[in-house]
T-cell receptor, first 114, second 116 residues
């Protein structure tokens, strides 16, 4: 069965510091991978998605970036965090290239920028 | 305009009551998919159901049931005989043909609190 891991689970970082959040998927090959952010107020915002190694699509321009160095690894980064980067970051995966594939989510990382 | 509207921000019920969570969507596509996810206090989104636009049959899974009505663009979710463990935020989401194949548009969620 497939599992998805995210770490760290929680993170407190000062403004201006760098960020690296990691997501890995087990039990599947060639997954589509996603990064979402959930800010206060509960809305989920798609940040990045990737359909293969080195292929990243950005949905929202901001000071975050994503990379996919391996098939089942997805990394969310920032060179300098802003207060507004605080939130709950969720990684998700799906398989297939057709519309409407179910996305399965990881446990999330809670980020607080002070 | 919101593509997925969950008008109920918060609902509070007493255990064993039935509760319906509303979801209204907006799309011009004839082919689309609708989803419901549950987010318990731990934070992980748990997939509940996926429904395509050509299948209007209602679905029942244990105490959960879903009512899909294209005529009113609604995909409502009912929990029968609610339990405390049902307390969570519930999200409705839409995947459209006209958009990116990979994009889910989420509603803002409904916080359900089931009191003992």
């Amino acid at each position: 069965s497939q599992t998805i891991h995210q770490w760290p689970a929680t993170l407190v970082q000062p403004v201006g510091s760098p960020l690296s959040l990691e997501c890995t998927v087990e039990g599947t090959s060639n997954p589509n991978l996603y990064w979402y952010r959930q800010a206060a107020g509960r809305g989920l915002q798609l940040l990045f998605y990737s359909v293969g190694i080195g292929q990243i699509s950005s949905e929202v321009p901001q000071n975050l970036s994503a990379s996919r160095p391996q098939d089942r690894q997805f990394i969310l980064s920032s060179k300098k965090l802003l207060l507004s980067d605080s939130g709950f970051y969720l990684c998700a995966w799906s398989v297939g290239l057709t519309m409407g594939e179910t996305q399965y989510f990881g446990p999330g990382t809670r980020l607080l920028v002070l | 305009a919101q593509k997925v509207t969950q008008a109920q921000t918060e609902i509070s019920v007493v255990e064993k009551e039935d509760v319906t969570l509303d979801c209204v969507y907006e799309t011009r596509d004839t082919t689309y998919y609708l989803f419901w996810y549950k987010q318990p206090p731990s934070g992980e989104l748990v997939f509940l159901i996926r429904r395509n636009s050509f299948d209007e049959q209602n679905e029942i899974s244990g105490r959960y049931s879903w009512n899909f009505q294209k005529s009113t663009s609604s995909f409502n979710f009912t929990i029968t005989a609610s339990q405390v463990v049902d307390s969570a935020v519930y999200f409705c989401a839409l995947s459209e043909e006209g958009g990116s194949n990979y994009k889910l548009t989420f509603g803002k969620g409904t916080l359900l609190t089931v009191n003992p």
